[in-house]
């Protein structure tokens, strides 16, 4: 099982790196980050692959992912450093994780990009009211969008106190995928503040943009 020192690597270097190791032959990958945004988006990763995964908090910017790329059981991760002190395990358990399904099972119909808080130049007051216009009269299509994400200062519209929040409850009610930038949403210390949806990685947003059948930005 190879281990990878992911350690200061920004979105999506984590996973992408993970992802090259999994599909290349190796039976698992010990990954090494220091966020625990990495950690979840590397669990959704392993449950995109089918692969069991286990996370382990070894300090206050120390974690430990170990996915195994069978599905089973995974191996105990390496140690940081021998000095380094065990914490107590992170919430994720072995086995195969909760998250996002993989691409091939995942095709985006519509999809929806929303890069900022506002729509357009100008008076920011009215980019935000027209923002909140399309975000209302997208819960009206016909067609719901399959996806919806949100990314920069568009994180605060998924956190709580958005004034936005009834539409993407809605949205989401109806089968859209409400999607937040996790790096985003860190930057803006929304830790814990998400409201609707997933937080996910820069990789499955490209994945998603590249394969939409159709794509609107806002």
Not at 88 to 113: K, T
């Amino acid at each position: 099982m190879k281990t990878i020192d992911m350690t200061g690597k920004a979105c999506p270097a984590p996973v992408v790196e993970a992802r090259k190791v999994l599909t290349g032959g190796e039976d698992g990958v010990v990954v090494i980050v220091d966020n625990a945004i990495a950690v979840s988006n590397l669990k959704k990763l392993a449950a995109s692959l089918g692969c069991g995964a286990r996370d382990e908090q070894r300090g206050e910017a120390a974690y430990i992912v170990t996915i195994a790329a069978d599905g089973a059981a995974a191996a105990p991760p390496l140690p940081l450093t021998p000095a380094a002190p065990p914490v107590a395990p992170g919430d994720g358990d072995v086995g195969v994780a909760p998250g996002l399904p993989a691409a091939s099972g995942d095709a985006p119909g519509l999809v929806v990009w929303v890069p900022g808080n506002r729509i357009g130049f100008g008076a920011e007051d009215l980019g935000e009211t027209l923002l909140g216009g399309f975000l209302y009269a997208l819960t009206e299509l016909p067609e719901t969008p399959s996806h919806v994400i949100f990314m920069n200062a568009g994180a605060f519209l998924t956190a709580e106190g958005s004034s936005v929040l009834d539409d993407l409850l809605t949205l989401a009610g109806k089968g859209a995928k409400v999607l937040t930038c996790g790096a985003c949403h860190s930057y803006y210390g929304l830790e814990g503040r998400l409201a609707v949806g997933e937080i996910t990685n820069m990789y499955h947003i490209t994945e998603l943009l590249a394969g939409a059948r159709r794509l609107i930005r806002v």
